[in-house]
C-alpha cells in the first residue's frame, strides 16, 4: 500500500500558482457579485425616493386641505365683504406661514395674503380653483408666484348651503425638495456602503467556495508532477466533497495502473535481459526508446540505461545506423551481416512494429561469433584428421609398394621396412584410441571412479614413470610442497594421465639441461597443480589455442604429437569440477600448466570410488 500522503492546506507554504489561480476564482465571484447588489440597491433607493415623495405630498396636502376648511370656514361669515376678506387672507397667511386666497364662484380674487404684483387678478383657469368650485377638495401642483413648485388646495366656502367661493391655500415645495434631496444623499450612501458590503461578502463567500478548489486544483498539480500517494481528503457532502472524492478514486485508480503498467515494464525488462540476442526498441526519430542488456554488450556499451534516450547513430553508426534508417523510412524488414570490434560477427534485423501508435522498430542483434567459431572448429577438427590419417596411411603404401617392387626378397631390408610399418600402425591406433577416448569423454559415457586421494599419492606415482626418460633427455625432474595437503576428490587413474601428459609435453619442449617442477598447493577449496618447465615456452598467439584438438603450435617441432593429448586433459579435469590453465612463466623461459581438483569434503576421507559419475563434456 502506497502511502496516504495528504494536501498541504492554509497553513503551508503558500504555491504562487495556487494562489493566483484562487484570487481569480475569488475576485470574479465578487465581480459578479457586486453589480447584482448595487444595481438592486439603486433600484430600491429610487423607488424609495420616489414613495417617499409622493408620501410628504400626500401629508403635506392632508394637512393644507384641513388648514384651507379651516381659512373657508373662517371666510364664510364675511362674505360679501372684501376688505375684511383681504385682511383676514393676509392674518392667516402669515399665522399658517402659507399664501391664503380667497376667490369669488367666478374666479375674482376677493383676498390673497401675497401681495405679489405678479399675482394674478382671475384665476377660474387654475385646475385646483375648478375643482374647489365643482363642490369636492381641489389640488395641484405646479410653479407659483415664486418660480419654484408649489402645492394647491382649494375648497369650496359655502354660506347657507350655496357655494359662493373658494378659500385655497398654498405651499411652495422647497422645503420637501430640500428634504427628499438628504433622502437622496443617504440613499447614495447606502448603496455604496451597501456595496462595500456585498464585495466584502462575496470575497469571504469566493473563499469558502474558493479555497477547497484552489486545494483540488493543487492536488491536481501534484498528481500531474507524479505524486500518486496525495488524496484531498475532502469528504463534504456537497458537489465539491463529491468532486473531490472522485478526485481520490481517480488517483488511487491511476497509481494502480501506473503500478500495473510499471510492473509489466520490470517484468518485460527482466525477460529481454535473459536473452543472449541484442533487442533495441527504436522510434521514428532513431533514438533508443529501450535496449536489453545483450545489446548493450553487443554494441561495446557498459550499461543499457547509457543507451536509452540517445540517437542510435551515435551509439553505433555506421552499417548498422543506416539500416535502421533504411527499415524506419520504408517500413520494411531489413538485416545485415556486420563484424563488431573486428571479431564479433553479428547478424542485425530490423523490423518495423505493427499495432501501435508511434512509429517504431525493432532491432535484434544475434551473435553468431560463437556458431561460426563452432563451424570452423567442425572444418578444421575434419581437415585435420584427414592430414593426420593421411601421411601414415601413404607411408605404409609406400612401404608396401616397395615391398612389392622386390624389396621383399631382401630379408633384411623386408624386415626393416617391416618394422617401420609397424611403427605407423601404432601411431594410426594410437591416434584412433585417443580419437574414440576424446569423442567418449566428449560424449559424457566415461566413468569417473572419484575417491579422496592425498596429492602426494596422486603425483608421485606419474613422476617416477618418467624419471628414466627425464634423465636420458638431460632434465631434472622434481616435485615441491606434495606434504600436508587435504586430500582431493578425484580418478587418480584419468588425473594420473592428465599429468603424464603435461609432463611428457614438459619434457619433449624443453631442451637438456633444463628442469621441469611439480608443485602443488592449497586454493580455498581447491587444490592447484602446477607442472612448470624452462622450456621454448609458447607463443603468445597460440596460447588460446592450444586446447584445441589438434592443435598443434609448432608442426615441426612437435615431436610426432597428435595435437589431442591437451584436449583430452582439459575435459578430463573439467570434468573432475576443476580447470586447467596454460602461461608462459613469467621469471624465466618456459610454461606453466596449472589445472585444478576439489577437495574432498571433511568427512569423505577413504570413501569407496563413485562410479556413477561420468566425465562430461560441456
Ligand atoms: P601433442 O600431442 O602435439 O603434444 P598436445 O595437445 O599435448 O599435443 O599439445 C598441443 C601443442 O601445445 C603442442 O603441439 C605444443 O606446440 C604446445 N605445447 C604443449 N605443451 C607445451 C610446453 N610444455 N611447452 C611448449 N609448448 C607446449
Not at 578425484?490 to 594420473?496: K, S, V
Amino acid at each position: 500500500m502506497p502511502a496516504r500522503g495528504s494536501l498541504p492546506t492554509g497553513g503551508g507554504a503558500p504555491r504562487p500558482g495556487r494562489r493566483r489561480r484562487g484570487a481569480g476564482l475569488r475576485r470574479r465571484l465578487a465581480l459578479a457579485y457586486l453589480p447584482l447588489v448595487l444595481v438592486a440597491t439603486a433600484a430600491l433607493g429610487a423607488y424609495l425616493l420616489v414613495a417617499a415623495r409622493a408620501l410628504y405630498l400626500d401629508g403635506a396636502a392632508g394637512q393644507l386641505t384641513g388648514e384651507a376648511r379651516l381659512v373657508a370656514d373662517a371666510a364664510a361669515p364675511a362674505w360679501g365683504d372684501p376688505a375684511s376678506l383681504t385682511a383676514l387672507a393676509g392674518r392667516l397667511g402669515r399665522a399658517g406661514g402659507i399664501r391664503v386666497t380667497l376667490l369669488a364662484a367666478d374666479g375674482a380674487v376677493l383676498g390673497d395674503s401675497a401681495a405679489a404684483p405678479a399675482a394674478p387678478a382671475h384665476e377660474a383657469a387654475s385646475p385646483e380653483v375648478g375643482s374647489a368650485l365643482a363642490g369636492g377638495v381641489g389640488q395641484s401642483v405646479r410653479p407659483g408666484i415664486g418660480g419654484g413648485d408649489t402645492l394647491y388646495v382649494a375648497v369650496p366656502v359655502a354660506v347657507d348651503g350655496r357655494t359662493v367661493g373658494v378659500a385655497r391655500v398654498a405651499q411652495p415645495l422647497d422645503a420637501i425638495d430640500a428634504r427628499l434631496d438628504a433622502l437622496g444623499r443617504a440613499a447614495v450612501v447606502a448603496v455604496a456602503a451597501s456595496g462595500v458590503l456585498a464585495a466584502g461578502l462575496a470575497l469571504l463567500l469566493g473563499r469558502d467556495i474558493a479555497a477547497p478548489l484552489e486545494d483540488l486544483a493543487g492536488l491536481a498539480g501534484a498528481l500531474a508532477a507524479g505524486h500518486l500517494g496525495l488524496r484531498s481528503h475532502l469528504d463534504t457532502d456537497d458537489e465539491i466533497g463529491r468532486l473531490g472524492r472522485a478526485f481520490d478514486q481517480m488517483a488511487a485508480e491511476l497509481q494502480r495502473t501506473i503500478a500495473l503498467g510499471e510492473d509489466e515494464r520490470r517484468k518485460l525488462a527482466a525477460v529481454l535481459d535473459t536473452l543472449d540476442d541484442g533487442v533495441l526498441l527504436l522510434d521514428a526519430a532513431g533514438t533508443v526508446v529501450r535496449a536489453n542488456a545483450a545489446a548493450a554488450r553487443l554494441l561495446g556499451r557498459g550499461a543499457r540505461d547509457d543507451l536509452a534516450g540517445r540517437p542510435f547513430a551515435e551509439v553505433a553508426g555506421g552499417e548498422l545506423a543506416a539500416l535502421v534508417a533504411e527499415a524506419a523510412r520504408t517500413r520494411r524488414a531489413r538485416a545485415l551481416f556486420v563484424e563488431r570490434d573486428g571479431a564479433r560477427q553479428v547478424r542485425a534485423a530490423v523490423t518495423p512494429v505493427r499495432g501501435v501508435a508511434e512509429r517504431l522498430v525493432v532491432l535484434a542483434l544475434h551473435d553468431l561469433t560463437e556458431l561460426r567459431r563452432l563451424e570452423t572448429a567442425r572444418r578444421d577438427f575434419v581437415a585435420n584428421i584427414s592430414h593426420e590419417l593421411r601421411t601414415p596411411l601413404a607411408s605404409v603404401k609406400a612401404l608396401v609398394e616397395t615391398l612389392e617392387g622386390g624389396a621383399i626378397e631382401d630379408d633384411a631390408v623386408a624386415r626393416q621396412f617391416l618394422g617401420q610399418m609397424g611403427e605407423e600402425v601404432d601411431h594410426l591406433a594410437g591416434l584412433v584410441r585417443e580419437l574414440l577416448e576424446l569423442a567418449r569423454i566428449e560424449a559424457g559415457q566415461v566413468a569417473l571412479r572419484r575417491a579422496a586421494v592425498a596429492p602426494a599419492d596422486l603425483i608421485l606415482p606419474t613422476v617416477a614413470r618418467l624419471r628414466a626418460q627425464a634423465e636420458r633427455a638431460g632434465l631434472t625432474l622434481a616435485t615441491a610442497g606434495l606434504a600436508g595437503l587435504p586430500p582431493v576428490l578425484a580418478d587418480p587413474e584419468r588425473i594420473g594421465q592428465v599429468l603424464l601428459n603435461l609432463l611428457h609435453n614438459a619434457l619433449k619442449f624443453t631442451p637438456p639441461g633444463g628442469a621441469v617442477t611439480v608443485a602443488a598447493e592449497r586454493r580455498d577449496a581447491m587444490l592447484a597443480v602446477a607442472v612448470r618447465d624452462t622450456g621454448r615456452g609458447i607463443d603468445p598467439r597460440d596460447l588460446p589455442r592450444i586446447f584445441e584438438r589438434f592443435y598443434k603450435a609448432d608442426r615441426a617441432r612437435s615431436g610426432g604429437g597428435t595435437g589431442l593429448g591437451l584436449a583430452i586433459a582439459r575435459h578430463t579435469v573439467e570434468a573432475h569440477g576443476g580447470a586447467l590453465s596454460a602461461a608462459n612463466n613469467a621469471d624465466g623461459p618456459g610454461a606453466t600448466f596449472t589445472f585444478t581438483l576439489p577437495l574432498a569434503p571433511e568427512d569423505d576421507a577413504g570413501a569407496s570410488p563413485d562410479p556413477s559419475a561420468a566425465l562430461t563434456s560441456r
